[in-house]
């Protein structure tokens, strides 16, 4: 079984998500943003749409250059009255190799009545699996073939770009949460030691050895396990917000990760982001305010105020392009104004979020289930629609909705049932989308 604090952690976090749908079920959670080898620009970040018992906390990539928003990992969690058919999985990182979109690997875990880890690449080789949750991964910077990841509390390593993994017991250390890996060194790697007995505390801790010893570096307590360090070009400087006891901070070491100190401090909630080709170039968020420094932090000028409060930052290096994210809206900001790229409406009953294109059947999840699974599609217009399941002989068993629904992404749920209420069979079935003399067709699979 899993230890008692993992479970009692993973529980807070599925509690946490399930219950934001009370306020509102549709908002972005999560932020980020690289450029390419090419200089293109590419954001991702996680949509949460949630209801009774259900949540989608989807991870989106919208390429600049391209100009379209596609699915890249899909993240979503049932909940069973008897609690046996509980069904889900959580992404909690994703890394890119050569900063190239198609090359990448994640972790997280598959939600059923226990947490089973996983760690998987792009291309479904070396999967790995164990019980619990792995938090983090980190690929180095110098050889693409190694890979730091942390689970339960313990790092371990590939050697072979994630295709097969070692508890090596020279590196694995209880109780350490990784956090980064030196850009510029691979052997230097940051984590956090947990204090125990006192929740979503840490120590900031750095390795010189590639993880075989750790030593304190920071003696501000706060929560480093869901941020991450932002290396200057300069490659001594390195920032990174910490939720401490009485509030956040931002925290600056100006030698490498050997000593650190407080930049300043907020109740409100911090975002940090740097210029990866300017030394010393930094902006943060503070609520819905965002400044900007030119001199390590050092000093501020008040660069935009927005009407919400800022969940993540992204700064295109060497040009005055930053991008931003709250939980409506997804922001660029330059010296010609402000161009919103994606938005959420407000209210527990609202659409989701305004995209281009054509009508689109959307694949499916979970996919095989067991259960029940959630089927996606959009709309560019308000116009009617019929949302049918077929068996593999082509009989029709169901029409899942039938009707005029406005513009947008809608949502439905079948529950592997046909028309009369009665379960059908393992095997494989059809769900067609309809409208206008056009259809488009996924397949689903069900596995009792």
Known sequence: ???????LLLGFFLFALLSSAQSDNNIFSEFRGMEDNRGNTHLYFKEYHGGPG???NDVYHMDLCQGNVTLFLQEYYFTDPSGFNDDGVVVEDYEFWHKDPASYIYCGAWMKIDPTAYISRWDSIGVFTWMGMVNNIEISSQNDSLVYAEMNQNLFKSLDGGITWDFDPGVAVNYFKLISISPFNDRIIFSSNPISGTPRTAILHKSNDGGVTFSAVDTVIGNYSKNRLYFDPDSQHIYTVVEGIYGNSLNISPDGGNSWHEL??????LSVAID?????TLFLSRGSEIYTSNDYGMSWTFYHQLDSAVIGLYKKPGIELLYVATRKAIIEISPSGVTVLRNLPSGINAGSSTLAGDFELLPNYPNPFNQITLIEFFLPKSEKISLEIFDINGRHLKTVENGILRAGIHRRIW???????????SGIYFCRLIHEGHFQIRKLVLLR
């Open 54 to 56: 259900w949540y989608s």
């Open 276 to 280: 990866e080709k300017l030394a010393g």
């Open 415 to 425: 529950d592997g049932k046909d028309s009369a209420g009665k379960e059908v069979s």
């Open 264 to 269: 300043l401090t907020d109740s409100v909630n």
């Open 1 to 7: 079984m899993v230890d008692l604090r993992f479970s």
